[in-house]
């Protein structure tokens, strides 16, 4: 099975840009649909972007700023991040799901038990992005 390592985030001054990086290892990248969710303080998990098949989607809160992209030949996903406001302070996950499965299918919400998601899929362990001035 797929394990995922996020590296990038940190902090940011609003209208910077960040790249989160989401490596994967155990299996090829390729077999899966891969996508973003976010969990900002006192909010629910959720998902931003997702690339199922081919097909890119944006929740409503992220599109026309960040923009999700695979290099399945580095078994890598990415998260660019543009124009960064307050709001999108939160812990950044990446999430894997095999791909006869689309996430309209998989669901908006994840569900985080201290700092680690649990459920069904394959995540990365977390990455926080602060955005401050």
């Known amino acids: 099975e797929v394990q995922l390592v996020q590296s990038g985030g940190g902090a940011v001054q609003p209208g910077g840009s960040l790249r989160l990086v989401c490596k994967a290892s155990?299996?090829?990248?390729?077999?899966?649909?891969v996508g973003w969710y976010r969990q900002a303080p006192g909010n629910e998990c959720q998902r931003i972007a997702s690339?199922?098949?081919?097909?890119?989607q944006y929740d409503d809160a992220v599109k026309g700023r960040f923009t999700i992209s695979r290099d399945n030949a580095e078994n890598t996903v990415y998260l660019q991040m543009n124009s960064m406001k307050d709001e999108d302070t939160a812990v950044y996950y990446c999430?894997?799901?095999?791909?006869?499965?689309?996430?309209?299918?998989?669901?908006?919400?994840?569900?985080?038990?201290?700092?680690?998601?649990?459920?069904?899929?394959?995540w990365g362990q977390g990455t926080w992005v602060t955005v401050t001035s």
């Open positions: 155990g299996a090829p990248l390729s077999d899966y649909n």
């Open positions: 690339l199922s098949s081919g097909t890119e």
């Open positions: 999430a894997a799901i095999m791909s006869l499965i689309s996430f309209d299918e998989f669901g908006t919400k994840c569900t985080v038990v201290g700092k680690t998601v649990v459920g069904a899929g394959y």
